[in-house]
Each structure stands twice: as structure tokens, then as C-alpha cells.
């Protein structure tokens, strides 16, 4: 077990440093640079720039120096924690990320968690009780969530809201809580708000995890050492709890560690149809203004906690699948 | 006789997609108390249904449609196996406590996240009101009497870590563990190597010495019947074709097709000679009309047109 | 062999037919195999099929709500030919939004295959039949108009069309690539193999949209619609090769030994030769239904990025691009009718994934529909 845990954490790095050199090249696809767009603003408002100026300013930006320079001193900066300085907003890209993160990291988990909760033991009772009227109700379910944007679903929550509750859905405080420090009274107003976008994140993963658990579960129902337990005398509900569920339950967590960057992608586009303070929104925001350094941490972290969360669902595997941690 | 165990007229239907086939077909057959009883037959002759059915373990599609299983426990009152509802606490003392069953595939037949000692002391646990110490301590011991050695270890270890032949005695212990009255063994060395099949035989024979449970095995194999049987049960198609002593049967068989099995063994035939087919040594020989067995005289049964036996006389 | 003919049914089946016969048993994946054709063919004569052009405006009906299509007028007359009616606009005065009722003065009846407006089909050549237009100098609108009075109906077969095929498009794009990443890995093995694999587990680990968002966003805002589409649709396929090139190599691990691909090889057969003559047709059926279950993960992707405003842009016509209307909430409640082009993304994505388990299930009767 210790070394399948060290092979898996050391096997990290490479993936995450091969992961920052495409998030790189895909920060720096868009012709320009920050520096051509704020000399077009100060052009626009009649600003004369020398040629001069445009050197100092790249140099002051380092863009004067090669790639390959650029992405050492880029991806340096973001090991020892400085992920550089946001342009747009006249920040260090420290001070804007990590509470943003927070909330992302937030939603995500409780959507994962709300996955669980839902999936499982409705993946359990349709695989149980197949082409039960249940069954079909919930696979059809199932069907529908799994093919529903979840943007769309934001929408039709939102007209439900306000149509059928005359209540305004979205944002993840009351705006007397905006931007206040925190407190309990706080806490409990993010809670309130917090069951919305974990609902329309979590659903969609549902769906999925919910029709692989069935499949799983009836692949195993009828396999021998599931008739041995049942000769020996296991009492029915302990029996699918302990024999076909627990093999079944593999892929199942397997599949939790792919489910990550769903949710991530999931929550971005949510976030920016509910107005959540989280990374989608500001994301996007600067995607379009080419504010590289923010852009480019903001990718880089989503993908570290991908890699992070992945890497937690396959320890988990290993500790509850006797046969991979034995290879 | 005293019969542990008593099928009568047992029927099992398969409903698939192409219809309904029957699996079993008005099976009657004895298991006498402390003995061996072996049911043999080719494949698809209803030998593993009929242990399934005794063990209840028949699920749809297939459903027992008519018959009757009278067990006599050697304490308490006989009662009818196939009448029990589903939640009669008497079925779920009967699977594995009372009944057990020893599986064709000891590759899967242990669920592989499990340690053996756990899969072990769990039919302990199942069936008895001890503590966990109490049933991993029986279950240790149960492992050393199959013959699992270096077992402080072993108790600890998962089934892919043991041989076809060692997670055979793994389950042929979890059966045994309860004590119970009948065990059940559906082709136990099927899927063993040769050699490993002879260690696994000796030892259900030792066991069933030592424990004086009632055996019913089934299996395809005359070599092995020879060696373990006290009795015969010769099925084919969901029939019962003939049952004796295992002397009766595998001597002077009277049926035809018990005939062509025993003929059919490779040993029996001459080096150079061709191996004779079920087919070549029944020849036209009328093996598919379902004749009601008869009784003879020295007790076997046999299931022909009543003119053939002379001195028959129809059984129950 | 084949020309001996056997009249006794399944004993001369092929394996298509009885792979048909499979599929058939499965009610609801050829049904929506149906709607699919259906809506594609819908989709490729969408100038013919709907009334308007995608910048039509009528002045009279901004944000106007869905006509209902009738037999019966108002008084209770029954008339063969269906007919809508008009709207009446009147501006509330507290809310200052408009508001439509049906006017029964204007009715309108529905005429078919009749002239309307004039098009250019495919851009090549012109015509103006049209599959119904509204008589009588009117006007029909059966899914309501958007703020700028743009039928919505004829909208959302124009995006049809876009959405649709950029599936399509995406999932060729995706195979070529699955299929070449692949099979490389699978074939070839050693240094390869290990380079493709730490690819794929490196693409499986990044979260799309943000990637998606970020490429798209790259895309120079000067480019033509044709180059924005094939942009975006090469955005889309490039995370989404992964799943299938990884079916693909460990299907060519498998049959790398089987006995007719060395066969092949040992008769001299070229590598390419061995991989497309003899590899590839004993597991395309694999490929196709993978494909058929990746066409909505492209669809999806697509409406995503449009909704988001950085991937299709207008003038160019997609569900996503209609989608975009109906972003803030208040719009939501005004004119719901907006969130109709994502009624129709869910039916397609849903026949894709009902049709996607009927052909696996069809190509391999022993698996059970699992994911993985």
C-alpha cells in the first residue's frame, strides 16, 4: 500500500507540470499581448506612446524575454506562490484567486457530496428492483438529467423561483451579508443559498453515477461468490450490502475521480447564470481581457484540484479494492 | 429408511425469451441419513438445479412450479423445504446452518475484497449467537482441519492470494463450519487440476467420515462417484433414469443410458479402441419417454416400460 | 459459403442482421433513431421547412409569445384549414412591457407548399416554396419571437442545423484522432504507447470548460463564421478524443495476437494494411456506438460556449447562440418561450444516449450497458 501511495503522488508532478505547460501555450494563443491591448486603450483616448515607452513597459512585463523564459519564470513564480500580478485588475493575482477558490471548492464538494448521497442508494434500488415501475421512472429521470445543460436547468430553476415563489434565485449571500466579515449569522445565510447550485451542478453527475452503479450492481448480482454468501446464510440486505455492492461500488468511486472536472466545468458555467462570486465568472472575465497571469493561475488551480481530487478517489480505490493495491 | 432428505415429483420451470423449458421434471429421489449421495448426469440434466432447489436457490427466471422436499432434521420436526415462505426463519437456519453447499467455481466463489478468516467467520456469525473472537477462533480451526497451512496468516489473506485448490478447502470450511446436517457439493473439482482433485475428494470423504453429515454430491464424473457414493441418482433431461447402491449401479445397470455413461469412460475402453458415444451404445434404446420409476426387488429403481422389468412393482 | 441459400431465417443471418435484429428489440432506441433522422433531415431543408429567414423582423410582434395552431375560431367553427391568430399589443402601464392576446379579427389561415419568403437553399440557388406560410398578408410565429421581432420557430431549425452537425463534424474529428492516438499505442506498444497513455490520463484531468473557454476566447474576433464553427468544433475534439482512443488501444493490445492479424502479417500484409483491412472492421461496430454516444457531449459543449458568448457568435444561428438571449432572469420570466431551443437540446442529446445504449447493446449482447 505505502508504495503504491508514493508511486501515485510522485506520478502527480509530471502530469501537473506537463498540465502548466498546455495551460501556457493556451494562455499565450491569443495574438497580442496585454501590452498591445492597454497601448490600443491608450491610443483610443488620444495618449501618444513612443516606441520607447512600449519597450519599458514590456520589459516591465518581462514579455521582451524568449518562451521557454517566460514559462520557467511563470511556472517558478506559481511553486513558490506568487502566481503574478493581474493587470485588469491591478492586483496580485494572490489577492483575487483564493477566495473565489473557496467558494468553487465549496459547491464542487457539496455537488459531489449531494452525487453520493442521491446516486447511491438509487443506483441500489433500481438495480435491485429492475424493470420495476420505479425503475423506469427513475432511469427516465436519470435519462432527462443526464441530458439537460446545467445552465438550463439554472434557468428553469430561476423561473420556477421567481414564478412559483416570487423569490429571486441566485448569488450565494443576501445582500445584507455581501461583504461583511465572517460570522455564524453568515454561514447560515451561504448554507441557504447553497443548495441551489449544488443541486444543479450535482444533478447531472447524478444521472451518470446513478446508471453506473445500476449497471455495476447487475453485472454482480448474479455472480457466484454473491450465491455462495446466500448459501451461507447472509440475511438479504446485508447480503447486497456487502458482496455485490462493495465490487460494484469500485468503478463507482473510480468514476468520482473523472467526475471531478465535470463538476468544475459544471460550476463555472453555473456560477456565471447564478452570479456566484466563485472562478467561473472572473474566469471568463479574464479570458476576454487577456489578463494573462489571472487567467492562467485560475486554469492552473482547477486543474490542480482535478488532479488532487483524482488522485484522492484512486487511494480511496486502492484502500477499498484489496486487488489493485496488491498489484 | 431413514431419509434425511425426500424429493418428491420435484418440477422447475425457465420461463425465457424463446419460452418455457423445463428445467426439472418430476424428480423423486431419497438422501439417506449419513450417507453419500451422489447425482449424476451430463450437463443440462437438472443435477445442480436440484441441489439449488434444495437450497432454495432458484431465482426467476426460473421458479420451482410443484413438488415437495421433506427434510428430517435430526432434531426438531420434518418440515417441507419448497412450502417455505421467504421469510420463514427456518429457511434462513436452513442455508448454511442446517444445509450447506460447496460451489463447481472456487475461483469466484469467494468475493475478493474480503479476507478468507472474515468470509470464514461470517457463516459462524450468520447462524450462531457468539462473539466475534468466538467465530474467528471456530473459523481458524475449521481452516486447519481442511488442511490450510501457515494459518495465523493466511486468516488475514484474499481469496486471489490462494490456488483453485486451496480456496476450494476455503469454501468446503465455510460450509462445514455450522456442522451442518447435509452437505451439498455441485461438482467440487470441475474446474481443479487432476491432482488437485483427488487431495479435495479425499478430504470431503475424510470430513464426511469424521462428521457423519449426509452428503448429496453432484457431478458428472463415474470415477468419482465410485470412490465417494454410497448411492446413485442417474438423471437426464430433468429425469430421474435410475437409482441404487452404488455396487447396483455401477455393476449391473439396468438402464440404458446408465449402460452408455459407464461404457463411455475412458478408462473401460481398449487402447486403439474408439471411445463409445452416449449415442453409439444407446442406439435407439427409448431414453426420452418420462416412464414412472419403478421398484425391484433388491431396491433400486429404474425408470422403463413396465413389461422390461419383470417382477416390478411401481414405487410410492 | 454465402451461396447457399438456407430458407429457414436466423440459421442465414449475418451478423448485421441479427445486430439489427438486437437493436429493433430495443423500442426506445429506435424510436429515437427515428426522431434523429428526423430532426436531421428537418435540420438539412430547414429553408424549406420554416417560414421565415433567421433575420426576418416583424414589428408587430417583438417578444411575442407562441401561436397556437387551430381548427376551431372563436365562435366554435370548425375550418379545414388550420389557421392562427394574430396578436393585439397592448404596453401595461405599470410594467411597460408588452403584452399579446389573440385577435380574432386577424386569422390567418395556414397555406402549404406555397411561395413566402425567397431563400437561397444552401446559399446556392434561389427559392421561395415553403413548407407553410401564413395567408391573407399575415403572420405566424409558432414558437413566439425574440426582442427583435425574429421568428423563433424559423431560428431554432436554422440552429438545428449548426448544432446538429457541429456533433457530427466534432465526432469525425474526434474519431480521426482516437482512432490514429490509438491504434498508434495499441500497435505499436513500448515508447508510444506510454507517451499516448500519459496524454490521455493528462486530458482526462483537465476540466473542459475552463480549457474550452479558453481556447474559444483565443479564437481572433475577426474571423469569418465558417472559420469561428471549425474553430470551435476542433476545440470541442480535442478533449474529447480520449475516451475512444483508449477503447481503441486496448482493443488493439487484444487482437495485436489474435491469430488472423498475425496471419495477416506473416503473408506479408503493410502495417496499415494489417490495421485498417483487418484490425479495424472486427471492432467498428465498438467505434460506432462510441461515436454515437460522443455526438452530445459536442452538442453540449457547443451551447455551452455560445450561452457563454465565446463560442459561436451571431450572425451565425445555433441553440447555444439562442440560448444566449434568455441569460438573465428577467427575461426568463418575460418570455420563457427563449429556454424552447433547449427543450430541443435535451431530445437530441437524449435520443443520442438512448440510441448510443441500443447500439452497444446490439453490436455486444453480453455487456449490460455499463460506462466504463
Keep these: ?327 | ?316 | 459459403m454465402n451461396d447457399v441459400s438456407i430458407d429457414t431465417g436466423l440459421a442465414t443471418a449475418t451478423p448485421r442482421q441479427l445486430a439489427w435484429q438486437r437493436f429493433k428489440r430495443h423500442r426506445l432506441a429506435l424510436a429515437s433513431g427515428i426522431f434523429l433522422l428526423l430532426i436531421y433531415t428537418l435540420a438539412f431543408v430547414c429553408e424549406f421547412i420554416v417560414p421565415y429567414k433567421t433575420d426576418t423582423r416583424n414589428v408587430q410582434a417583438i417578444n411575442a409569445p407562441p401561436m397556437s395552431v387551430r381548427f376551431f375560431d372563436m365562435e366554435g367553427n370548425f375550418h379545414l384549414r388550420p389557421f392562427v391568430y394574430g396578436y393585439d399589443m397592448k404596453v401595461n402601464d405599470d410594467t411597460w412591457m408588452r403584452e399579446y392576446t389573440d385577435n380574432p379579427d386577424k386569422l390567418y389561415p395556414l397555406r402549404f407548399f406555397t411561395r413566402g419568403e425567397s431563400y437561397r437553399f444552401w446559399g446556392f440557388f434561389e427559392f421561395d416554396h415553403h413548407l407553410f406560410v401564413a395567408g391573407q398578408g399575415g403572420y405566424v410565429h409558432l414558437f413566439g419571437t425574440d426582442q427583435l421581432g425574429r421568428d423563433l420557430f424559423s431560428r431554432v431549425f436554422y440552429g438545428a442545423r449548426v448544432s446538429l452537425s457541429i456533433g457530427v463534424v466534432g465526432v469525425v474529428m474526434t474519431l480521426v484522432l482516437g482512432v490514429l492516438f490509438g491504434g498508434l499505442a495499441g500497435y505499436l506498444g513500448g515508447l508510444m504507447d506510454r507517451a499516448v497513455q500519459r496524454m490521455i490520463e493528462v486530458l482526462q484531468s483537465l476540466p473542459t470548460l475552463p480549457l474550452w473557454m479558453a481556447l474559444s476566447a483565443s479564437l481572433p474576433v475577426e474571423w469569418s463564421s465558417i472559420r469561428v464553427y471549425f474553430g470551435v468544433t476542433i476545440i470541442l475534439s480535442l478533449f474529447g478524443w480520449t475516451t475512444l482512443a483508449r477503447q481503441v488501444r486496448g482493443r488493439f493490445l487484444a487482437l495485436r495476437e489474435e491469430e488472423f492479424v498475425v496471419a495477416a502479417r506473416l503473408i506479408g500484409a503493410g502495417k496499415l494494411r494489417v490495421i485498417f483491412r483487418h484490425m479495424l472492421p472486427s471492432f467498428a461496430s465498438h467505434i460506432i456506438t462510441t461515436a454515437t454516444l460522443a455526438v452530445p457531449g459536442m452538442i453540449l459543449g457547443e451551447t455551452a460556449l455560445s450561452f457563454l458568448g465565446i463560442g459561436l457568435r451571431p450572425p451565425v444561428v445555433s441553440w447555444g447562440v439562442l440560448m444566449q438571449q434568455a441569460q438573465n432572469y428577467q427575461v426568463i420570466v418575460m418570455t420563457p418561450w427563449l429556454l424552447l431551443p433547449g427543450l430541443f437540446v435535451v431530445l437530441t442529446v437524449m435520443a443520442f444516449n438512448l440510441m448510443g445504449d441500443g447500439l452497444r447493446d446490439a453490436a455486444d449482447p453480453y455487456s449490460t450497458g455499463g460506462q466504463s
Excluded at chain 1, 441551489?196 to 453527475?205: A, K, N, Q
Excluded at chain 1, 454468501?229 to 463507482?252: Q, T
Excluded at chain 2, 440434466?45 to 420451482?64: D, E, F, H, Y
Excluded at chain 2, 452404488?246 to 445397470?253: H, N
Design chain 1, 1 to 327: 500500500m505505502r508504495s503504491y501511495v508514493v508511486t501515485r503522488v510522485l506520478g502527480m508532478f509530471p502530469t501537473l507540470a506537463f498540465i502548466s505547460l498546455i495551460v501556457f501555450i493556451v494562455i499565450q494563443l491569443p495574438p497580442g499581448d496585454i501590452v498591445t491591448s492597454t497601448l490600443d486603450r491608450m491610443q483610443a483616448q488620444g495618449v501618444e506612446v513612443s516606441a520607447e515607452q512600449v519597450q519599458n513597459l514590456r520589459a516591465q512585463y518581462n514579455l521582451d524575454e524568449p518562451m521557454p523564459i517566460q514559462y520557467l519564470r511563470w511556472a517558478g513564480g506559481f511553486i513558490t506562490g506568487d502566481m503574478g500580478y493581474s493587470y485588469l485588475f491591478a492586483r496580485p493575482v494572490n489577492e483575487l484567486v483564493w477566495e473565489r477558490l473557496g467558494f468553487t471548492l465549496i459547491i464542487t464538494i457539496s455537488a459531489l457530496l449531494f452525487t453520493w448521497v442521491v446516486a447511491l442508494p438509487l443506483g441500489i434500488y433500481t438495480a435491485v428492483r429492475q424493470y420495476s415501475i420505479g425503475d423506469y421512472v427513475l432511469t427516465t429521470i436519470a435519462l432527462i438529467g443526464l441530458a439537460t445543460p446545467n445552465f438550463l436547468l439554472a434557468l428553469i430553476l430561476m423561473y420556477i423561483g421567481y414564478e412559483w415563489f416570487g423569490i429571486s434565485i441566485g448569488g450565494l449571500f443576501s445582500p445584507e451579508f455581501q461583504e461583511v466579515p465572517w460570522t455564524w449569522a453568515r454561514l447560515r445565510d451561504l448554507l441557504s443559498h447553497l443548495w441551489i447550485p449544488m443541486v444543479v451542478v450535482g444533478l447531472g453527475g447524478t444521472a451518470v453515477t446513478m446508471r453506473i452503479l445500476r449497471a455495476n450492481l447487475l453485472d454482480e448480482l448474479n455472480k457466484p461468490y454473491v450465491v455462495t454468501a446466500r448459501a451461507k446464510g447472509v440475511r438479504p440486505i446485508k447480503l447486497i450490502l456487502k458482496y455485490p455492492l462493495r465490487i460494484a461500488i469500485n468503478p463507482f468511486i473510480s468514476t468520482l475521480g473523472l467526475l471531478l472536472p465535470t463538476l468544475i466545468s459544471g460550476e463555472a458555467i453555473v456560477s456565471m447564470v447564478l452570479n456566484l462570486p466563485t472562478t467561473g465568472p472572473l474566469l471568463l472575465q479574464a479570458l476576454l481581457s487577456q489578463d494573462m497571469y489571472l487567467a492562467g493561475s485560475f486554469l492552473m488551480l482547477l486543474a490542480v484540484l482535478t488532479v488532487v481530487g483524482m488522485l484522492i478517489s484512486d487511494l480511496v480505490l486502492a484502500w477499498a479494492d484489496p486487488r489493485i493495491r496488491y498489484e
Design chain 2, 1 to 316: 429408511m431413514d431419509n434425511i432428505l425426500q424429493v418428491r415429483d420435484l418440477a422447475v420451470d425457465f420461463t425465457t425469451d424463446i419460452g418455457i423449458t423445463k428445467a426439472l421434471n418430476g424428480v423423486s429421489f431419497d438422501v439417506p441419513r449419513g450417507q453419500v449421495t451422489a447425482i449424476v448426469g451430463e450437463s443440462g440434466s437438472g443435477k445442480s438445479v436440484t441441489a439449488n432447489c434444495v437450497m432454495r436457490l432458484i431465482q426467476p427466471p426460473g421458479r420451482i412450479v410443484s413438488g415437495s422436499i421433506q427434510f428430517s432434521p435430526s432434531q426438531g420436526s420434518p418440515f417441507d423445504i419448497v412450502s417455505l415462505a421467504d421469510k420463514d426463519p427456518r429457511l434462513h437456519e436452513l442455508r448454511g446452518g442446517l444445509i450447506s453447499m460447496v460451489f463447481q467455481e472456487p475461483m469466484t466463489a469467494l468475493s475478493p475484497v474480503y479476507t478468507i478468516g472474515n468470509q470464514v467467520a461470517e457463516a459462524i456469525l450468520c447462524h450462531r449467537d457468539v462473539g466475534k473472537a468466538v467465530a474467528w477462533q471456530e473459523a481458524t480451526e475449521m481452516l486447519i482441519r481442511v488442511g490450510i497451512e501457515d494459518i495465523e496468516r493466511r486468516m488475514f489473506m484474499y481469496p486471489f492470494e490462494f490456488s483453485g485448490g486451496m480456496r476450494q478447502r476455503v469454501v468446503i470450511a465455510m460450509a462445514l463450519v455450522c456442522n451442518p446436517e447435509v452437505l451439498i457439493c455441485d461438482e467440487p473439482t470441475t474446474a481443479l487440476d487432476v491432482t488437485i482433485q483427488a487431495e479435495v475428494l479425499t478430504l470431503i470423504r475424510d470430513l464426511q467420515h469424521e462428521l457423519g453429515n449426509s452428503v448429496l454430491f453432484i457431478t458428472h464424473d463415474l470415477g468419482v462417484v465410485a470412490q465417494l457414493a454410497d448411492y446413485v441418482v442417474v438423471m437426464y433431461q430433468g429425469r430421474v433414469l435410475e437409482i441404487g447402491t452404488v455396487r447396483q449401479v455401477l455393476k449391473t445397470p439396468m438402464h440404458p443410458y446408465t449402460q452408455g455413461l459407464l461404457q463411455a469412460i475412458p478408462g473401460l475402453a481398449r487402447a486403439g479402441e474408439r471411445l463409445a458415444t452416449i449415442e453409439s451404445v444407446v442406439g435407439d434404446a427409448d431414453i426420452t419417454t418420462p416412464y414412472p420409476l419403478v421398484k425391484l426387488a433388491d431396491g433400486r429403481q429404474v425408470s422403463l416400460p413396465p413389461q422390461s422389468t419383470p417382477g416390478g412393482q411401481e414405487s410410492e
